[in-house]
């Protein structure tokens, strides 16, 4: 193994997953390197658990390869768990047992050293904020203490590799910001994090991103490289009197490429920022509609992610015209 080898926490090759005629994962690549917080982002049955099922384990790739803490993912399975936390979005909590009891199982299966098992117990309990809860049937817990503490469970035996299934999906956005804290918290002691997610703003806390769409890698960078390097278009924030009937005016526009809501305005792509600014401003000002602000800002991460969509489903339908 030379030395950028070394480096790699997760290297994947042409990675597919088939269920008889279905593809679930059509020849993924990319690598993830050691210590940094990867997400996989993508819409609900995009792809992206089925993706982390075959490198923990779970499931057998139909073909390409993979290592995982330089280990095979067909061949080495056992091995790879041994190596890594893994976390579904079902937070993998056994209910009628308490919070302590929980931890204790997942001592068990780790096979914690006896003599560490007490000092990782309390940590779970501080970092979850558990303390006074240890007691507590899991059943009767917040979606967020029940987050952490499945968290907590997944990193008892302080694995190199952290595998997060969604793991935020169903938690209200402060308890999201605070398993986030959690997250970099253990990136920064030098653990590497592969999270998936359809949640555009957190991504934005990942070092770096792999963009799923229908079973394919569509993208894979930074988010600022994401953002700077994908979307050519640009983006103008439009602030109107009611903007869901705006939307139908807009679109008619030659000038517009597509217009989505966003908050309590409108994300309209364009080819020219100037030139459509005109355009709406004039057409909104003839429909009567009140204009608070028409301006060009940087695209986010989900004005890329829908634009590349968009441009993948007009990219199909024009060889279905060929074919």
């Given at each position: 193994m030379n030395t950028?080898?070394?480096?790699?926490?997760?290297?994947?090759?042409?990675?597919?997953?088939?269920?008889?005629?279905?593809?679930?994962?059509?020849?993924?690549?990319?690598?993830?390197?050691?210590?940094?917080?990867?997400?996989?982002?993508?819409?609900?049955?995009?792809?992206?658990?089925?993706?982390?099922?075959?490198?923990?384990?779970?499931?057998?790739?139909?073909?390409?390869?993979?290592?995982?803490?330089?280990?095979?993912?067909?061949?080495?399975?056992?091995?790879?768990?041994?190596?890594?936390?893994?976390?579904?979005?079902?937070?993998?909590?056994?209910?009628?047992?308490?919070?302590?009891?929980?931890?204790?199982?997942?001592?068990?299966?780790?096979?914690?050293?006896?003599?560490?098992?007490?000092?990782?117990?309390?940590?779970?309990?501080?970092?979850?904020?558990?303390?006074?809860?240890?007691?507590?049937?899991?059943?009767?817990?917040?979606?967020?203490?029940?987050?952490?503490?499945?968290?907590?469970?997944?990193?008892?035996?302080?694995?190199?590799?952290?595998?997060?299934?969604?793991?935020t999906s169903g938690?209200?956005?402060i308890s999201r910001?605070?398993?986030?804290?959690?997250?970099?918290?253990?990136?920064?002691?030098?653990?590497?994090?592969?999270?998936?997610?359809?949640?555009?703003?957190?991504?934005?806390?990942?070092?770096?991103?792999?963009?799923?769409?229908?079973?394919?890698?569509?993208?894979?960078?930074?988010?600022?490289?994401?953002?700077?390097?994908?979307?050519?278009?640009?983006?103008?924030?439009?602030?109107?009197?009611?903007?869901?009937?705006?939307?139908?005016?807009?679109?008619?526009?030659?000038?517009?490429?597509?217009?989505?809501?966003?908050?309590?305005?409108?994300?309209?792509?364009?080819?020219?920022?100037?030139?459509?600014?005109?355009?709406?401003?004039?057409?909104?000002?003839?429909?009567?509609?009140?204009?608070?602000?028409?301006?060009?800002?940087?695209?986010?991460?989900?004005?890329?992610?829908?634009?590349?969509?968009?441009?993948?489903?007009?990219?199909?339908?024009?060889?279905?015209?060929?074919?």
């Amino acid at each position: 193994m030379n030395t950028n080898e070394a480096e790699l926490a997760v290297v994947v090759r042409d990675l597919e997953k088939r269920f008889g005629k279905f593809v679930a994962v059509s020849s993924v690549s990319f690598e993830v390197t050691r210590g940094e917080i990867f997400g996989f982002l993508g819409s609900n049955g995009a792809g992206k658990s089925t993706v982390i099922r075959m490198l923990v384990g779970l499931l057998a790739p139909t073909s390409g390869s993979g290592t995982v803490a330089g280990f095979d993912v067909e061949t080495e399975t056992e091995n790879i768990k041994k190596h890594i936390g893994y976390m579904s979005q079902k937070f993998s909590l056994y209910e009628d047992l308490t919070v302590e009891e929980n931890i204790n199982f997942y001592s068990g299966i780790y096979r914690i050293d006896r003599a560490k098992k007490k000092q990782r117990k309390e940590w779970v309990l501080e970092m979850a904020g558990l303390r006074d809860h240890r007691h507590s049937r899991t059943s009767i817990l917040s979606a967020g203490w029940k987050q952490r503490l499945a968290l907590g469970c997944a990193v008892l035996h302080e694995p190199e590799i952290i595998f997060l299934d969604e793991p935020t999906s169903g938690v209200d956005p402060i308890s999201r910001r605070q398993f986030w804290d959690l997250i970099n918290e253990l990136a920064g002691k030098g653990v590497t994090v592969f999270v998936t997610t359809h949640y555009m703003d957190e991504a934005e806390y990942c070092d770096r991103l792999g963009l799923m769409d229908r079973g394919e890698l569509i993208a894979v960078g930074t988010p600022g490289s994401v953002k700077a390097d994908l979307m050519k278009d640009d983006i103008l924030d439009v602030h109107c009197q009611r903007p869901q009937d705006a939307i139908a005016d807009i679109e008619q526009l030659a000038s517009v490429k597509d217009v989505a809501l966003f908050g309590r305005g409108l994300h309209v792509v364009v080819e020219n920022a100037e030139l459509a600014t005109t355009e709406i401003r004039k057409l909104l000002e003839s429909k009567s509609f009140a204009i608070e602000k028409i301006e060009a800002i940087p695209p986010t991460l989900e004005d890329v992610f829908v634009s590349l969509i968009e441009a993948r489903d007009k990219a199909m339908d024009v060889r279905k015209v060929a074919g």
